[in-house]
């Protein structure tokens, strides 16, 4: 397996537009979470789902930001619209069902100007 | 809610030298986990060893071992014979138990340089 494949794995955009992030985790995993990491507050978890099920949401930080996972092979966080304080590091991570271990993707680098 | 606290910010190390990192956490449950994750510049996490937390021998993975204090609520990474590979970020977490299906709660992290 590729493992966790995240696209893309940079991303500029201007202040205000939609950004899409988009997440394949690993097959046969049946949960998916989405991670943001920042120098100030570090790796903070945003959501995850189960069986495509969001489960937990408070950690999304506010309505501009929504996920969505239409199928057990993908997964989207979409930030509506940016701001600059939106610029992080996003991961996503899948686990099987009893895991203990998450696997990671390479993260996405979002940058806001 | 849990807390993990890792309170050093950075550190330094000769390579060949043995290096221990620090954390501490908080919480009310009986069954969980620990982890320590790395994070080359390459910006992959990777785990590094896990300790599950009814076992009371520490866990150990090649130059990398725990010293799990249950009680004191403390679990910290020894490395030794530390390569210039091992420079990374290293993140310490927690799980919660059986069925926690694998949500994580991080550390702040520690910068760790190996020097030549």
Redesign the interface.
């Known amino acids: 397996d590729a493992g966790v494949i995240q696209s893309p794995r940079h991303e500029v955009t201007e202040m205000g537009q939609e950004v899409t992030l988009r997440c394949k985790p690993i097959s046969g995993h049946d949960?998916l979470?989405w991670y943001r990491q920042t120098m100030m507050r570090?790796?903070?978890?945003l959501i995850?789902f189960?069986n495509n099920v969001p489960?937990?949401d408070s950690g999304m930080p506010e309505d501009r930001f929504s996920a969505k996972m239409p199928n057990a092979s993908f997964s989207t966080l979409k930030i509506q619209p940016s701001e600059p304080r939106d610029s992080a590091?996003y991961?996503c991570?899948s686990?099987?069902?009893?895991?203990?271990?998450?696997f990671?993707g390479?993260?996405t680098?979002l940058t806001v100007v | 809610a849990q807390t993990v606290t890792q309170s050093q910010p950075e550190m330094s190390v000769q390579e060949a030298e043995t290096v221990t990192l620090s954390c501490t956490y908080d919480t009310s449950e009986s069954n969980y986990?620990l982890f320590w994750y790395k994070q080359p510049p390459?910006?992959?996490?990777i785990?590094v060893i896990?300790q599950e937390a009814y076992k009371q021998q520490n866990a150990t993975e090649n130059r990398f071992s725990v010293n799990f204090q249950k009680a004191a609520k403390s679990f910290s990474l020894k490395i030794s014979d530390s390569q210039l590979g091992d420079t990374a970020m290293y993140?310490c977490a927690f799980?919660k138990g059986?069925?926690a299906?694998?949500?994580?709660?991080?550390?702040?992290?520690i910068t760790l340089s190996v020097r030549p």
Not at chain 1, 42 to 45: C, F, M, T
Not at chain 1, 95 to 102: K, S, V
Not at chain 2, 42 to 45: A, D, E, G, H, K
């Open positions: 949960y979470f570090g790796l903070e978890l995850y189960n489960i937990d590091v991961f991570a686990g099987p069902t009893g895991g203990l271990e998450a990671f390479q993260g680098r | 986990y390459s910006r992959q996490m785990l896990r993140f799980m059986v069925g299906n694998s949500k994580l709660t991080f550390g702040k992290g």
